[in-house]
C-alpha cells in the first residue's frame, strides 16, 4: 500500500478504489518479467489468490478462486515458468523504498522455518527451526524486512542449504541449484542481503538480528557501512567494539546466580562518556540476566550513532 494519510472521513468505497488502484500498479510493474500474456495472467491470479481471506491457500483454491479447471497454470508459474525471480525481488524492494522510505528505518534479518516432508524440495532436510521448537524435517529461510514509520515489508530472502545438499551434485542439478551455489552459514546470507539493500540505497539506519545471524561479518560490515545495529550473539561470543569510550565495571549490584543450570558469563559494563564534541559509535553488549529475565546463553550488541 502506498504511504497516504487517509481522512477518518474517507468513505469505504475510496478506500477500496485506491487498494484496487495500488494492487494494479503492482501487477503492472511484474508484467515486463513474463514473455506471454497468458502467463502474466495466470501470475496476476496467483497474487489475487494470496490476498484472499482464506488462512490456507492450496492450489485447488486458488485455481477454484480465479476460474481455472485445475491448480496446473499456477503451479506453471513456480515449476516450469523461465522468469527471473531476482529481478522480482528487485521490484518489490523498489516498490517498498518508494512507499516506505525513511532514513531512520529499521532492515530486520531473521529466519524461519517451513515444515516440509520429503527430499526433493530443494534445502529441505532435518534441522532445527524455531517454528517448532525442534529438530525435524524443513526448509530455513532468511528473510530481510524494512521497518519505517511509514510501514514494512519483505524487501529480500535467501533459501539456506544444509552442507548435505552442497556435497550431492546430483541432488542440485535435481533442484536446478545453480553450478556456482556454494555453502553459505546462515549470518553469510544475512550479510549478503544487507549488502545488497546497501548498493541499491535503501535508506535504513538500523539493522536488528537474533542470535543465529549477529556473528560472523555482519557487526564489522555494519561498522565499516557507518550503520547501527542491534545484533543478539552467543554469551561465548568475543566482542570488542567500544570505541571513543573508557570502559569500566558497574558499581550497579549485580543479580544473585542461581545455583544450577546455565550462569551468564561475561561481566556488566557502562560507558563512560568521552570528552564533549567527540563523535564516536556507541557500542555496548548486555546480558539479559543483568535485566532479571530468565538465564539464557545470549547477549544483545547495541551499536548506534551519536555524539558521547
Known amino acids: 500500500m502506498r504511504r497516504r494519510s487517509w481522512n477518518l472521513g474517507a468513505s469505504i468505497e475510496a478506500m477500496l478504489e485506491f487498494l484496487a488502484k495500488s494492487l494494479r500498479d503492482v501487477k503492472a510493474r511484474i508484467r515486463p518479467l513474463f514473455t506471454q500474456d497468458r502467463v502474466a495472467?495466470?501470475?496476476?491470479?496467483?497474487?489475487?489468490?494470496?490476498?484472499?481471506?482464506?488462512?490456507?491457500?492450496?492450489?485447488?483454491?486458488?485455481?477454484?478462486?480465479?476460474?481455472?479447471?485445475?491448480?496446473?497454470?499456477?503451479?506453471?508459474?513456480?515449476?516450469?515458468?523461465?522468469?527471473?525471480?531476482?529481478?522480482?525481488?528487485?521490484?518489490?524492494?523498489?516498490?517498498?523504498?518508494?512507499?516506505?522510505?525513511?532514513?531512520?528505518?529499521?532492515?530486520?534479518?531473521?529466519?524461519t522455518g517451513f515444515l516440509k516432508q520429503g527430499k526433493a524440495s530443494c534445502g529441505v532436510g532435518r534441522q532445527y527451526t524455531g517454528s517448532a521448537g525442534k529438530i525435524t524435517s524443513c526448509q530455513i529461510g532468511v528473510f530481510a524486512a524494512y521497518v519505517s514509520r511509514h510501514g514494512y515489508a519483505f524487501?529480500?530472502?535467501?533459501?539456506?542449504?544444509?552442507?548435505?545438499?552442497?556435497?550431492?551434485?546430483?541432488?542440485?542439478a535435481a533442484a536446478h541449484v545453480p553450478d556456482e551455489t556454494g555453502f553459505a552459514t546462515k549470518p553469510q546470507l544475512a550479510a549478503r542481503m544487507i549488502a545488497r539493500a546497501i548498493t541499491a540505497n535503501v535508506p535504513f539506519s538500523w539493522v536488528a538480528a537474533d542470535s543465529v545471524d549477529g556473528v560472523g561479518a555482519i557487526e564489522p560490515d555494519l561498522r565499516r557501512a557507518g550503520k547501527g545495529y542491534v545484533l543478539g550473539v552467543s554469551s561465548s561470543h568475543s566482542i570488542g567494539f567500544i570505541h571513543g569510550a573508557r570502559r569500566r565495571r558497574s558499581a550497579a549490584p549485580q543479580p544473585r546466580l542461581p545455583r544450577r543450570g546455565p550462569r551468564p558469563t561475561g561481566s556488566v559494563y557502562q560507558l563512560v562518556p568521552a570528552p564533549k564534541g567527540h563523535v564516536c559509535k556507541i557500542g555496548a553488549t548486555l546480558n539479559l540476566h543483568t535485566l532479571k529475565m530468565r538465564p539464557r546463553a545470549m547477549r544483545i550488541m547495541v551499536n548506534g550513532r551519536g555524539a558521547c
Open 41 to 111: 495472467a495466470s501470475a496476476n491470479a496467483f497474487l489475487d489468490g494470496l490476498l484472499r481471506d482464506e488462512r490456507r491457500k492450496t492450489g485447488w483454491m486458488r485455481a477454484d478462486a480465479a476460474g481455472d479447471q485445475g491448480p496446473w497454470r499456477q503451479q506453471a508459474i513456480l515449476s516450469r515458468g523461465r522468469w527471473e525471480a531476482d529481478s522480482l525481488r528487485d521490484i518489490v524492494r523498489d516498490y517498498v523504498v518508494e512507499t516506505f522510505a525513511d532514513n531512520d528505518a529499521v532492515l530486520v534479518v531473521d529466519e
Open 155 to 172: 524487501i529480500d530472502r535467501e533459501l539456506y542449504l544444509p552442507k548435505s545438499w552442497i556435497d550431492d551434485p546430483v541432488r542440485l
